[in-house]
């Protein structure tokens, strides 16, 4: 028997939240210290879930966590980044009188 932990972050659903397996945590105290020390090592987890899996397929919840503390993700920027100006090549300036007289003698 295995053990399903999907951990959600504000506005997730549970399904949408990551999946992680373990054979750690098998029962319902272990998964208490294991959801506690989950949100205090990221406050933007807003909910634990963990399922008991056997070989069969079968599956049922055996302990859920809410987080009360929970902060909001940061939030990431939507829109594009804010556009660059194009990088214009400067003329090359015209040849001083010295550099014309040098080529015309031919030196």
């Not at 295995?2 to 397996?21: M, S």
């Not at 750690?24 to 506690?36: I, L, S, Y």
């Not at 205090?40 to 009360?68: E, H, Q």
Request: net charge positive.
């Amino acid at each position: 028997m295995t053990t399903e932990i999907y951990i959600c972050k504000d506005g997730q659903e549970l399904k949408q939240g990551k999946l992680v397996y373990s054979d750690d945590v098998v029962d319902r105290e272990g998964a208490e210290e294991d959801a506690m020390r989950r949100c205090k090592g990221d406050p933007t987890i807003k909910k634990v879930a963990y399922y008991k899996v056997t070989a069969s397929g079968d599956f049922r919840v055996f302990f859920s966590y809410t987080n009360p503390n929970c902060k909001p993700a940061p939030k990431l920027q939507t829109g594009a980044p804010p556009k660059k100006k194009p990088h214009v090549a400067k003329k090359k300036p015209p040849p001083s009188l010295l550099e014309r007289l040098k080529r015309k003698i031919g030196l």
